[in-house]
T-cell receptor, first 118, second 111 residues
Framework: GAGVSQSPRYKVTKRGQDVALRCDPI?????LYWYRQALGQGPEFLTY????????KSGLPNDRFSAERPEGSISTLTIQRTEQRDSAMYRC????????????????FGPGTRLTVL | SQQGEEDPQALSIQEGENATMNCSYK?????LQWYRQNSGRGLVHLIL?????REKHSGRLRVTLDTSKKSSSLLITASRAADTASYFC???????????FGAGTQVVVTP
């Protein structure tokens, strides 16, 4: 079946503009994660959801960043008043096993959205 | 901040040789996972080892975990050109939730 999809794949914006990044998880996956990856580094956790509930947002850098998953499927990561330091690859992942239950979560990653803030 | 550190940062080998990379982490974990990232593509899960396990195999991959030293190693045997990628270890402090990644080891396998 289809994997995790993200859109757009590339986004170039000007400083101060708002951007919305979309993630469509694997069908049936109840946990959804957002990570940010700088060049030459590993992904850095931002936030995650179980169904529609945001479980952990400790990785969001500041209040310009927010995420939602209103129907427990597609998620949107929004960055308001973008700054050049927000430029990075934003990756979404999903997992099948609901977080908090027995089992270990293998996370399936999407191709990412490359955000460039000019 | 990142939990793990991989060593070496880069590794260049010839096809058929074995590749070994190490991961050290700072705090206690529930499980440790290894992921591969090909150039310009997404991350692919390779293997998961639980904190109460010491060694695990999957195909040509062998992972060890030493919780007393807070370290793990990934061995790829009989490497192929298609193994060229960046390899990341990721730790989880619970059986669920966020992963904390290291900076990765870049492996180049030449024919």
């Amino acid at each position: 079946g289809a994997g995790v999809s993200q859109s757009p794949r590339y986004k170039v914006t000007k400083r101060g503009q708002d951007v919305a990044l979309r993630c469509d998880p694997i069908s049936g996956h109840v946990s959804l994660y957002w990570y940010r990856q700088a060049l030459g580094q590993g992904p850095e956790f931002l936030t995650y959801f179980n169904y529609e509930a945001q479980q952990d947002k400790s990785g969001l850098p500041n209040d310009r960043f927010s995420a939602e998953r209103p129907e427990g499927s597609i998620s949107t990561l929004t960055i308001q008043r973008t700054e050049q330091r927000d430029s990075a690859m934003y990756r979404c992942a999903s997992s099948l096993v609901p977080s908090g239950l027995a089992g270990y979560n293998e996370q399936f990653f999407g191709p990412g959205t490359r955000l460039t803030v000019l | 901040s990142q939990q793990g550190e991989e060593d070496p940062q880069a590794l260049s080998i010839q096809e058929g040789e074995n590749a070994t990379m190490n991961c050290s982490y700072k705090t206690s974990i529930n499980n440790l996972q290894w992921y591969r990232q090909n150039s310009g593509r997404g991350l692919v899960h390779l293997i998961l080892i639980r904190s109460n396990e010491r060694e695990k195999h999957s195909g040509r991959l062998r992972v060890t975990l030493d919780t007393s030293k807070k370290s793990s190693s990934l061995l790829i045997t009989a490497s192929r050109a298609a193994d060229t990628a960046s390899y990341f270890c990721a730790t989880s402090q619970a059986s669920w939730g966020k992963l904390q990644f290291g900076a990765g080891t870049q492996v180049v396998v030449t024919p």
